[in-house]
DNA sequence: AGCACGCCGACT
DNA sequence: GTCGGCGTGCTC
């Protein structure tokens, strides 16, 4: 194919970047013009030549050619921060689907909100009789703009330039010539705000508390790997066994080489420690980024790492678009966590765009967890990863014992409610100890799945191997095939009439806490008591000062925290999300139980975990009793494979949603037709489409489709051929589609 | 953002 | 007429 046009972004730093502009490659410019490449182009009536970023190549004019211009030229200083994250930018278009502005905004940061902080002010340079009698003279030319400004001027002698340019409505213009008679002063200023306020600056930890015997070996181990050309580290260590050390010491190599570092956090709340522990070691070097920072916050933050200012960047997933000149080292913490996929579009994954990126620009990647994903597990096992393990705490602090207690055997015996006799003795035992107690209750994920009470028999879908969800037209339905079945009245294995959905919220298991232990003072933590700003905060620090002896909660107290009077941790239902309808479930509920585990017994006090199951056989939670990752892996790889799933297979979602029910099935029904004729591979499925786990969301009705292949590249193509299918049919106007790869 | 174009009042 | 400020809209 002749590519003899581009689609081209004008000025990133300073225009709206929602459109692009089409030039000619000139034949001189062929093969030197890419995504990415920054060139000089003509634009606007004057053809005054500017800068521009080539975003994509095409071969079909979509202008009157007549009115395409030429590209003038390459910009010799070619290759910059900016053209790596605009390839990188390419790069999630292609791997997740979305339009390159979309990336693209989601790379670069935006900068329009940023006039409002910092930029122009516009200051009286006059004293205020001189202006009276500008004044008058203007008055009597009627110059209006001039005299609107002037006026305000004498009011206030200091105006920010967005009242100017909104308010006040006075053109640049004016203020040039103003300013050219001296009238007026324009006072460019920028001020960076610096989230680590001063007092926040810590003292430098200088000394190293010498790395043990292990963490030596693996640190060596990937220094090694550095050298030999750098695969993606894996490490997988133990809670406890010292990974931020190992960390550091790679950080400080990097450092040393004059190149910079992004770390990558799941959550800051959650994992505030580590972040301390960054502060004292590398004191000023370092900036932290949140995700409740604005854009312009952000931005301030991206400007003081251009100027050299920063050498370290800790942060959530948007992090890693941070524009550092040389960027040595990536390190992702907490790798397997939920939060590396971003909800918006595009869906991209940080782990995966992170090694993208470290390609790119020649940076190492580090990647951490206890309990890593089945996705990096399976990449190292391929050896496209470096696999380092650490085995043991320091400190000799040991696993707490963790004890699984069958549920259908509570029922057998006349236990209806949610705590199970041997966790109520547990508790008991605890609390007249004056030691504390956690109780985890997974919901997240939770959608509605059906199960026997009697038996643990979950209804699945006899095509996915995942839980059917009871809807309320009163029918079971599979979101990944559609397929569909009457509730049932009773158990198809046991004939137990104790079949149903499992519905319990935090608040039933205080109420029964509460009732079972009168005198035991409780604290709830969930998405409604965590509401406020510090909702966390507040509670996790009520809870470690001791002023509650059970705290009950969702997720979020099994993450980060230490508290060191915990004994017990109570896991109420792990089959809530062993039993999501996803492809995950299993491995989201082995990461929570052995993470909920963890809680118990961090300090000098041994701890104990007990597990309420249906499922006490399941190879989840065999795994996370026995703290057996291997185990669970191996299990779960099989799984994946014979049913197709990622990351052995690939699969490639189609979500779509529109206002109307019937538009929708048909535009579905058009698009697997659609697939159907340009599917090249005989491995490939489609299936689907079915509602979404949520059907409809504010009236909008949502199904997905799914496409499986064992090529990569084979998904990546049929889903470029759909969007330019989907762009041109007036048919899918109402029809909103967004991709999600390999989630 | 910057530039051109068209409109309108003021001045030769 | 024509000069110059002012507002608007477009830039492949």
Redo the contacts with the bound molecule.
């Keep these: 194919m002749n590519e003899r046009y581009a689609d081209i972004i004008v000025d990133i730093t300073?225009?709206k970047l929602d459109?692009?502009?089409?030039?000619?490659i000139p034949p001189e410019l062929e093969g030197r013009v890419q995504a990415g490449t920054r060139v000089k182009?003509?634009?606007?009536?004057?053809?005054?030549i500017i800068d521009g970023y080539v975003i994509g190549l095409g071969s079909r004019p979509?202008?009157e050619p007549a009115?395409?211009?030429k590209i003038a030229a390459v910009a010799e200083d070619g290759i910059t921060v900016e053209t790596r994250l605009i390839t990188l930018a390419a790069w999630i278009r292609e791997t997740y689907g979305s339009t390159m502005i979309q990336a693209l905004k989601t790379v670069v940061p935006v900068k329009d909100k940023k006039?409002a902080k910092s930029g122009r002010r516009i200051l009286l340079n006059v004293d205020q009789l001189q202006a009276a009698s500008w004044l008058e003279q203007?008055r009597?030319?009627?110059?209006?703009?001039?005299?609107r400004l002037l006026e305000a001027l004498v009011e206030r002698p200091e105006l920010t330039d967005e009242y100017v340019?909104k308010e006040l409505?006075?053109?640049?213009?004016?203020l040039k010539?103003l300013a050219e008679q001296g009238i007026i002063r324009l006072e460019q200023f920028t001020v960076y705000r610096n989230p680590i306020g001063e007092s926040d600056v810590l003292v430098q930890e200088k000394e190293a508390p010498g790395l043990t015997a292990e963490q030596k070996e693996v640190l060596d181990g990937i220094l090694r790997e550095w050298e030999a050309g750098g695969r993606p580290c894996l490490i997988q260590g133990i809670t406890g066994s010292g990974k931020t050390l190992v960390y550091m010491e790679l950080i400080e190599k990097v450092l040393l080489e004059g190149r910079q570092v992004i770390i990558l956090i799941p959550e800051i709340a959650l994992t505030w420690q580590t972040v301390q522990r960054f502060y004292r070691k590398f004191g000023s070097l370092v900036t932290v980024l949140n995700s409740k920072m604005s854009p312009a916050e952000r931005y301030d933050q991206f400007e003081r790492v251009k100027q050299g200012e920063v050498q370290i960047v800790i942060g959530p997933r948007s992090a890693l678009f941070t524009p550092f000149p040389r960027l040595g080292l990536i390190v992702i913490d907490e790798e397997h966590e939920n939060s590396y996929r971003s909800e918006g579009t595009p869906r991209y994954h940080a782990r995966e765009t992170a090694i993208a990126r470290g390609k790119l620009e020649g940076a190492h990647v580090v990647l951490g967890s206890a309990t890593p994903s089945v996705d990096a597990y399976y990449r190292c096992r391929q050896g496209s990863y470096a696999l380092f393990q650490m085995k043991s705490r320091y400190g000799g602090a040991v696993l707490p014992k963790v004890y699984p207690v069958d549920m259908r055997e509570e029922l057998k015996k006349g236990n209806r409610t949610v705590l199970s006799g041997p966790l109520q003795e547990a508790i008991g035992l605890r609390l007249r100890a004056g030691e504390q107690v956690m109780l985890f209750l997974n919901r997240r994920g939770y959608a509605g799945f059906i199960s026997c009470r009697a038996c643990g028999h979950v209804v699945k879908c006899p095509h996915c191997d995942v839980s059917l969800t009871y809807h309320n037209n009163g029918r079971l339905i599979c979101h990944y095939c559609g397929f569909e079945r009457e509730q049932l009245t009773s158990c198809p294995e046991c004939g137990s009439p104790y079949i149903g959905g499992f519905r319990a919220g935090t608040q039933q298991v205080e109420q029964v806490v509460r009732k079972f232990f009168p005198e035991a003072r409780t604290l709830r933590m969930d998405a409604d008591t965590t509401r406020g700003k510090d909702g966390y905060e507040r509670i996790l620090k009520a809870f470690s000062g001791g002023e509650a002896d059970i705290l009950i909660g969702t997720q979020m107290i099994v993450k980060g925290h230490d508290f060191p009077k915990v004994t017990l941790v109570g896991v109420i239902a792990a089959d809530v999300s062993l039993f999501a309808s996803d492809y995950r479930a299993a491995e989201r509920t082995y990461q929570l139980l052995v993470q909920a585990v963890g809680r118990a017994g961090r300090g000098e006090l041994p701890g104990e975990a007990v597990i309420q199951t249906y499922h006490p056989e399941h190879y989840s939670i065999q795994a996370a009793l026995s703290q057996d990752y291997e185990a669970f892996y191996e299990e779960e790889i099989g799984s994946r494979e014979l049913m197709g799933y990622p990351p052995v297979s690939n699969l490639l979602a189609v979500h779509a949603s529109c206002d109307r029910e019937d538009t929708l099935q048909n535009a579905m029904e058009y698009i697997r037709r659609y697939l159907i004729r340009i599917r090249r591979r005989n491995d490939l499925q489609l299936v689907g489409p079915a509602p979404e786990s949520v059907a409809k969301v504010q009236d909008y009705y949502r199904e997905v489709l799914y496409l499986k292949s064992g090529e990569e590249q084979e998904l990546i193509r049929m889903r470029e051929l759909l969007e330019r299918y989907i762009e041109i049919n007036r048919g899918f106007a109402s029809v909103h589609i967004q991709f999600d790869f390999n989630a």
């Design positions: 300073h225009e459109r692009t502009f089409q030039y000619q182009i003509p634009f606007g009536g004057g053809n005054r979509k202008y009115k395409i211009k006039k203007f009597r030319r009627k110059y209006k703009a001039k005299i340019s409505k006075i053109p640049g213009e004016t010539s």
